[in-house]
């Protein structure tokens, strides 16, 4: 359902949308970091098993929206913030969405010792 290139698109939205809708306690923003070495790997494997867990939701959402819009939700809608998957008209399938990707937890993200982005 999913290819490499599908994914890693989902994925590099979903980094990036990590990277400007969070702060840590030294930055306010965190747009002017990169992500340290293997966070690609830990976003691919949360944003892979969200769309293997949830098939038949994820072809629905698709039917309207791109991957970059589904990887840019996840975010969004795992860590609560004031847009999401349920911010989209999509109903019945918006609340799914939100329930499912509430599920996996909340993930924050920091800038380590080396001036660099980690998910926590």
Not at 71 to 80: A, M, P
Request: hydrophobic share 40%; proline share 0%; net charge negative.
């Amino acid at each position: 359902m999913i290819t490499g290139n599908d994914l890693q698109e989902m994925v590099n939205a979903y980094m990036e949308c990590a990277r400007w809708s969070s702060s840590d306690g030294d930055y306010d923003i965190l747009d002017e970091f990169e992500f340290a070495e293997g966070e690609e790997i830990e976003a691919m494997k949360d944003c892979k098993a969200f769309v293997d867990n949830n098939i038949s939701l994820v072809k629905e959402y698709m039917q309207s929206n791109t991957f970059e819009q589904l990887g840019h939700d996840l975010w969004l809608t795992r860590n609560e913030h004031g847009a999401g998957f349920w911010d989209r008209d999509l109903g019945g399938l918006g609340e799914e969405l939100t329930v499912a990707a509430e599920w996996i937890g909340h993930k924050d993200v920091f800038v380590n010792d080396e001036k660099e982005l980690e998910f926590l």
